[in-house]
């Protein structure tokens, strides 16, 4: 390999699969069909090959009506996977709508897990105008843009491990542009 | 040691560019199923796993 190349929007990927990779499409396989979603945080530098596990993959859907979600939840359950609790109503009313993260798992893993909020800040929500799609065996899926992601951890999150991933995905694609870099972070500070 | 940790992740970041994506995925695909497997192994309940999450 050379280094990562988005072209228009799009970042091909011929990398072996993980078991982490294969529990996050095979979650986002049921998500994509009931809401519009995006991959952040620790799985985006690890997807792009940063020497790490982890135990969650964090997700943001845009605000979607019970009845989609409902959908969603009933055949992921059908599907042989489990969440944070057994009633939809309450995951969507009382989790997702105030804000709260729900977790979807394999029922037999719990350990490994899908992390779940609507996306309402204006910097969550503009992230859906900036998303790439990669294109990776087959599959097609959705994450945050690189520098939004180097924003975040450098500037917001800031633990040891932020700093890494961060420091990771520089170096591993081409063209960053420092100026997005630079905006997202002014988006993410005004709202801390 | 913060240096010394961003040294590693540096030199790592290099080695994924300078070598074929079967090459360094192989060895990702190593590190991380073999974290995977051994969690697995433990067979911990979602009560568990929600009380280590929030003791």
Redesign the interface.
């Given at each position: 390999m050379v280094k990562f190349k988005v072209i228009d929007g799009v970042v091909n990927v011929d990398k072996e699969i993980t078991k982490l990779d294969e529990f996050t499409l095979g979650v986002l396989d049921i998500v994509k069909k009931y809401a519009d979603y995006l991959i952040i945080s620790g799985y985006v530098s690890i997807f792009f090959g940063r020497a790490r596990a982890t135990e969650d993959v964090d997700i943001f859907i845009k605000n979607l009506p019970y009845a989609a979600f409902k959908q969603l939840y009933d055949e992921s359950v059908n599907k042989g996977y489990e969440w944070t609790i057994d009633n939809s109503h309450e995951l969507y009313f009382e989790y997702l709508k105030n804000k709260t993260p729900v977790c979807i798992w394999r029922k037999s893993f719990p350990l490994l897990r899908i992390e779940m909020k609507i996306a309402t800040k204006p910097s969550q929500l503009i992230q859906f105008q900036d998303r790439i799609a990669v294109k990776f065996k087959g599959n097609e899926f959705f994450m945050a843009n690189i520098e939004s992601q180097i924003a975040y951890k450098r500037y917001i999150a800031k633990s040891d491990k932020d700093l890494a991933d961060a420091r990771h995905l520089e170096l591993v694609f081409e063209q960053i542009d420092q100026a997005k870099i630079g905006h997202y972070r002014k988006l993410f500070e005004a709202e801390l | 040691m913060?240096e010394t940790?961003?040294y590693y992740?540096?030199k790592?970041?290099?080695f994924?560019?300078e070598?074929?994506?079967?090459e360094?995925?192989?060895?990702?695909?190593e590190?991380?199923?073999s974290?995977?497997?051994n969690?697995?192994q433990?067979?911990?309940?979602?009560e568990q796993?929600a009380q280590m999450r929030n003791p």
């Open positions: - | 913060k940790r961003i992740v540096e790592w970041a290099k994924v560019c070598h074929s994506d079967k360094w995925s192989a060895m990702q695909k590190l991380i199923d974290q995977i497997e969690a697995e433990v067979k911990l309940t979602k796993v």
